[in-house]
């Protein structure tokens, strides 16, 4: 039986409810009067029910998409303003004992090239990563309880935020690993991570269990509940996630929707964030092998329900997504984007050398410096900002602040004060031109006069030397 506020996962994702969600938006996708009240109603930033913004998904009438894609777009600049927040992956490992049929790491894979990094590998790739700017790094891990146990992971994360190289440091760690026990994820939080993300993969129960046909992750409702479990132990920003071409994007989105209702039911705050990875051609895995591959015009719609209709939720593009698509959805909603991405394991410091550790192809192959000068010269503001989880606003707190309009307050100056420091200390200089006249204009945006000026004066100070100021 459907139950938002249970912990068992075939009752919060229940299957039945999700066949009913789908015959009803195709009973209703006709229905324009209802689909015009659904869009009437999204205005009010409250979000949408997974039945309704289902009615939306199905609805076809090319005016009404339009209506869609506009009110995402309006949805994004009200609360977000013109701010994208950028980091990179870090692929610490690929062992891994599963057998995830979509993904290059599986474990029957034998000619993969294996690699774990060292401690002293991780300090060289996250020089790296500081000296291309990076602020924000998501760890990577495959699932092996031999050679990657939590206290390598754990290790890991301290000696990451211990490098300080140059003006660089890295100041939100957030972690893609597999489920796991609610001990480990207090010790994750103890670890002081950002965001615990996990990709449900998908939501259909009998397809997750043939796509993932062997090791721990197999176990449907051990993987589905475990941003209860991280939740339980301490962690308030989690990360959801479909990996869309599993199964019908249709029944994937529903199950989306009422994981997010699940969260915000059972501990009060929904997703942190939510990505949308679609399968991408890896070592030994074609991605045509999969029917249900979308469009990229249904991937935008996708994208552009989402913020619609989970509005506070941060949306993430990963370079999965080529320049050309990346280009056509970040104006529907997204929030956070990689660049200079690698998704080999010690990529970063081992440029150009030859070898496979891979996990997918990287679509958008552009520098760090042309995705933040692509982003600033259609006009968004690509932020470093990390200060939220530094101040302890997370979770609830974090929604709070989003939904008192005091956003444009707090984070579109920590949004200019850490574009100017890696403008200073990394930037091209094309990039550093384009980036000095963005600030100036967009301190104008500010709303609160001493916010401004209080900011106008820590610009100055990062102009001479000081670095890590925030709001
Ligand atoms: N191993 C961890 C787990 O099982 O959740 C997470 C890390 S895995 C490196 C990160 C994500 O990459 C997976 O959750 C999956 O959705 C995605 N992925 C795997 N194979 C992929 C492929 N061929 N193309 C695109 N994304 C893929």
């Not at 591959?293 to 619609?308: H, M, Q, T, V």
């Not at 850490?418 to 500010?446: C, F, M, R």
Request: aromatic content about 8%.
């Amino acid at each position: 039986m459907y139950n938002p506020k249970s912990l068992k996962a075939e009752e919060f994702i229940d299957h039945q409810e999700i066949l009913d969600t789908l015959k009803y938006a195709d009973e209703n996708k006709d229905n324009l009067e209802l689909v015009d009240s659904l869009l009437e109603k999204a205005k009010n930033l409250k979000g949408l029910s997974h039945r309704e913004a289902s009615v939306l998904l199905a609805c076809e009438d090319e005016d009404r998409i339009q209506r869609m894609f506009d009110l995402a777009e309006q949805i994004k600049k009200d609360f977000y303003g013109n701010r994208i927040v950028m980091f990179a992956p870090l692929y610490l490992s690929n062992y891994c004992v599963n057998g995830c049929v979509y993904c290059p790491y599986h474990a029957k894979n034998k000619h993969i090239c294996r690699k774990k990094l060292t401690q002293d590998e991780i300090r060289r790739e996250v020089t790296a990563l500081q000296d291309m700017g990076h602020k924000r790094l998501a760890i990577e891990a495959g699932e092996d309880p031999v050679n990657n146990p939590i206290e390598y992971i754990l290790e890991s994360i301290k000696t990451i935020y211990s490098i300080k190289h140059k003006n660089g440091a890295i100041r939100r760690v957030n972690v893609n690993i597999a489920a796991t026990t609610v001990e480990n994820y207090r010790k994750l939080k103890e670890a002081g991570i950002g965001t615990y993300i996990l990709f449900q993969e998908t939501y259909h129960k009998e397809s997750y269990e043939k796509l993932h046909p062997t090791g721990p992750k197999h176990n449907y409702a051990y993987h589905t509940e475990a941003m209860d479990r991280a939740m339980e132990g301490g962690i308030d920003d989690v990360g959801l996630g479909v990996l869309f071409g599993l199964e019908l994007y249709r029944y994937e989105f529903a199950g989306l929707l009422m994981h997010a209702e699940h969260l915000e039911a059972v501990h009060g705050v929904g997703p942190h964030t939510i990505s949308v990875p679609r399968i991408k051609r890896a070592d030994d895995i074609d991605p045509d092998v999969f029917d249900n591959g979308i469009s990229d015009e249904i991937f935008a719609k996708l994208c552009a329900l989402i913020r619609i209709c989970v509005p506070y939720t941060g949306m993430i593009i990963s370079t999965r997504e080529n320049a050309k698509v990346r280009d056509k959805v970040i104006r529907l909603g997204v929030s956070q984007i990689s660049g200079g991405s690698r998704t080999s394991v010690g990529g970063y410091a081992d440029e150009g050398e030859e070898e496979n550790s891979e996990q997918f192809d990287v679509s958008d192959q552009r520098t760090l410096d042309q995705v933040v000068n692509w982003l600033m010269t259609k006009g968004y503001i690509p932020s470093f900002c990390t200060a939220c989880y530094r101040a302890g606003r997370t979770g609830d707190r974090f929604m709070a602040l989003c939904k008192s309009g005091q956003i444009q307050n707090c984070c579109q100056p920590n949004a200019l004060l850490t574009l100017k420091e890696y403008l200073i200390d990394y930037a091209s200089p094309e990039t550093k031109k384009i980036g000095e006249e963005l600030i100036a204009n967009e301190l104008n945006n500010i709303p609160n006069e001493k916010v401004k000026a209080k900011c106008i004066e820590l610009l100055d100070k990062i102009e001479h030397g000081d670095r890590d100021f925030k709001f």
